[in-house]
């Protein structure tokens, strides 16, 4: 706090002694004022000011002495009545005395919290600092002048008499009033002065007022202060207002500072009943919809697992929503978000977890085992249940027993009764055929107990884990599904086809789950469903051959079937074996289709291979007639090593002879030097660019 002196009165009689000088002072305006309130003559004081005040803006100018005279005899008398507790003249006087507000806030501070800094300085008169009053509260002073006024005379003591602690509280509320008017005036002067250039002192000033409208429960006042421009320390406050319930203005504030984090846990208090305000509507859905529109990653995935408990739906679609943006996400926060919804709501961490394998195509195999295992719980638990156990053991005797042309995944699909428990083994059915990152070891092993109703589910994981033998034994004498087996041999390793997961799962709302039929190319984009896997024919022999010896196994129960697989395989399967592995007692027309197929196509192969014989054959022969037109035309020089200078000519000669006669050529001698060579190969081609034949 810095002070501030007003100049001396000035003297215009002088008497001077032997050893003296004395002045003639005349009464100044303020040492009148002094003296009055010294003798706590306050109203005298404050005629004086008036009278003053009408003479100074009386004038044309007011000089600026004048007007700090008057400010100070005002900021004088406003401190008076502040220690005398008469609250609505000091703020009175006060606001005349333009008094920094500052100050008068130090004295209340429940309202000014922690707004103020070790280093802050206020500007003030020396005077005026000289008599503010000691006590650093209101509620000091109150309880001084209640000590000066009325003890001993209230019993047992001013404390805790109840007339003095009803008057304490009046004056109390009174003095809170005072400041609130102050406070209020002074912004509105500050603004018809076109404003305050200290945003500090502005932010103080707004932000007790706001607490001092909370306080008196003036809503429309705090609500008028909020929706214009301010400059309001939130954490300020925002304790005032939770304390006062005015969680609707609360959350106007927390819009207009950004504080997304903020309004959404104070909406979840009032989701939980924590906190009450019939102003608010449906937090949850509010909660959801700033969500929704703010997009912030952190926020969705904190609040998203906290309202799976409160609404599930909407906050599993807020947190796939959340996590199907691909950009910037990661894996890990993935498997975060999935491990903290399985120890809050293990419903929804399954549902999520769907959404990771199935949507995003998660190909992590610790996501995929784990969806695999939730598959199964739901499966087991549903065969826990005595109808759905009585029905599933039905349909797979029914099938067995029955000669139906159609896979049992599509019968179990037809001709079941549309329900949960249903949809569960669909959806496992094809988890199990469509994945291929789960371990199949440790599935197999749960199903195992439970082989006579779950065939299909076992021999599509004895497929994953390579035992091909073992899969068509169960899907032909375990169920009797003779088109899975089939079909398996032809996808080479697969029992339930692309196609019929996709039709399947457009008819039940599976269509996630049929996605995993699809694989996936390296930039994320999925191959088309009607895209048939290509099997190598190696592959489809030996799946067909063994399938042939599952079905020998059956004995003569199963010769129809056998049958129909050589006739219907019988491009697969080479007749030599099939011979040796039939009994000598089937009878032969059995047969008839597969041996007179083969004998057609094996006569067919002999007399392809023949023709294409004599195809090449006849072209060979063209191909050395033109050649050997060509050789004599052009002749050739073989290049021959030299002996001796003297037989130089002799021995180049005769070797050309030699050759030449050898191939029929005119023996006219050709020299050349010796150094020299000529490309046999050049007459060749150049004939083959006239002729336009390919020599080779």
């Not at 996400?329 to 919804?341: G, H, R, T």
């Not at 130089?648 to 030449?660: F, N, R, V, Y």
Request: hydrophobic fraction near 40%; charge should be negative.
């Amino acid at each position: 706090m810095s002070n501030r002196n007003l100049n001396h009165p000035r003297s215009n009689v002088l008497v001077l002694g032997s050893d003296s000088i004395h002045s003639l002072l005349p009464a100044t305006l303020i040492s009148q004022a002094e003296a009055l309130l010294d003798a706590h003559r306050v109203q005298d004081a404050v005629e004086i000011a008036e009278q003053h005040r009408k003479k100074v803006y009386s004038k044309p100018t007011v000089a600026a002495e004048e007007a700090d005279e008057l400010r100070y005899i005002c900021q004088r008398i406003g401190f008076q009545c502040l220690k005398e507790t008469l609250f609505d003249d000091a703020g009175r006087h006060l606001f005349d005395g333009d008094v920094d507000p500052r100050t008068l806030i130090s004295y209340f501070p429940e309202f000014c919290g922690s707004l103020f800094n070790p280093e802050d300085a206020v500007d003030m008169f020396a005077g005026v600092a000289e008599h503010l009053p000691e006590e650093d509260s209101i509620d000091d002073i109150i309880a001084a002048n209640l000590v000066l006024n009325y003890s001993p005379h209230l019993s047992p003591n001013t404390r805790t008499a109840l007339p003095a602690v009803e008057l304490k509280d009046i004056l109390k509320l009174t003095a809170a009033d005072m400041l609130k008017q102050y406070l209020r005036k002074w912004r509105q002067k500050r603004k018809v002065m076109s404003g305050l250039k200290d945003d500090r002192i502005v932010a103080i000033v707004e932000t007790v007022l706001a607490r001092l409208y909370s306080h008196f429960r003036e809503k429309d006042e705090l609500q008028s202060l909020l929706d214009g421009p301010n400059q309001i320390v939130l954490s300020e406050l925002e304790p005032s207002l939770i304390e006062a319930g005015q969680f609707d203005l609360l959350f106007k504030l927390y819009r207009q500072r950004g504080e997304e984090a903020k309004l959404v846990e104070a909406l979840s208090r009032l989701a939980t009943g924590e906190w009450v305000d019939a102003d608010i509507d449906d937090p949850l859905s509010q909660m959801f919809a700033l969500l929704s529109e703010k997009r912030n990653r952190p926020l969705v995935q904190r609040w998203g697992i906290w309202l799976t408990n409160r609404d599930p739906e909407r906050a599993l679609k807020l947190l796939t929503s959340s996590t199907s943006n691909r950009r910037g996400a990661k894996a890990e926060d993935d498997q975060l978000v999935l491990k903290q919804l399985q120890e809050t709501n293990p419903a929804a961490a399954s549902q999520f977890l769907e959404h990771l394998v199935l949507s995003k195509r998660n190909n992590s195999a610790s996501l995929h085992m784990q969806l695999a295992q939730t598959c199964i719980d739901q499966l087991l638990s549903c065969l826990s249940e005595e109808p759905i156990s009585k029905l599933w053991r039905a349909k797979a005797a029914s099938y067995g027993s029955g000669r139906s042309e159609s896979p049992y995944f599509s019968y179990f699909a037809s001709t079941t009764p549309d329900s949960a428990s249903k949809h569960v083994r669909l959806k496992t059915m094809m988890f199990l055929q469509g994945s291929s990152l789960y371990d199949p070891h440790v599935i197999r092993e749960r199903l195992k107990p439970h082989e006579n109703v779950f065939a299909l589910e076992l021999a599509i994981v004895e497929g994953r884990c390579g035992n091909d033998r073992t899969a068509l034994t169960t899907l032909v004498h375990g169920l009797r599904d003779f088109v899975s087996a089939e079909a398996y041999c032809t996808l080479g390793g697969e029992i339930i086809p692309a196609k019929v997961a996709h039709s399947f799962g457009e008819r039940f709302n599976l269509q996630p789950w049929a996605t995993l039929f699809v694989p996936v190319a390296h930039a994320g984009v999925a191959v088309n469903m009607k895209r048939t896997r290509t099997v190598e024919e190696s592959r489809k022999r030996e799946l067909t051959r063994t399938l042939l010896e599952v079905y020998m196994e059956g004995g003569e129960a199963m010769a129809r079937q056998t049958a129909q697989l050589i006739n219907s395989q019988s491009m697969n399967l080479e007749i030599v074996d099939i011979i040796s592995l039939l009994p000598s007692e089937w009878p032969l027309h059995l047969l008839q289709d597969f041996l007179s197929r083969s004998f057609r196509r094996t006569l067919h192969a002999r007399h392809e291979g023949q023709l294409v014989k004599a195809i090449s054959a006849s072209q060979n022969l063209e191909v050395a007639e033109r050649t050997w037109l060509v050789l004599r035309e052009q002749g050739s020089i073989v290049e021959e090593e030299l002996q001796d200078d003297e037989d130089d000519g002799l021995g180049m000669e005769k070797a050309i002879d030699e050759k030449t006669m050898g191939l029929g050529l005119d023996p006219t001698p050709v020299v050349a030097e010796v150094s020299s060579s000529v490309d046999e190969k050049v007459g060749l081609r150049r004939y083959d660019d006239e002729v336009g034949s390919d020599l080779r």
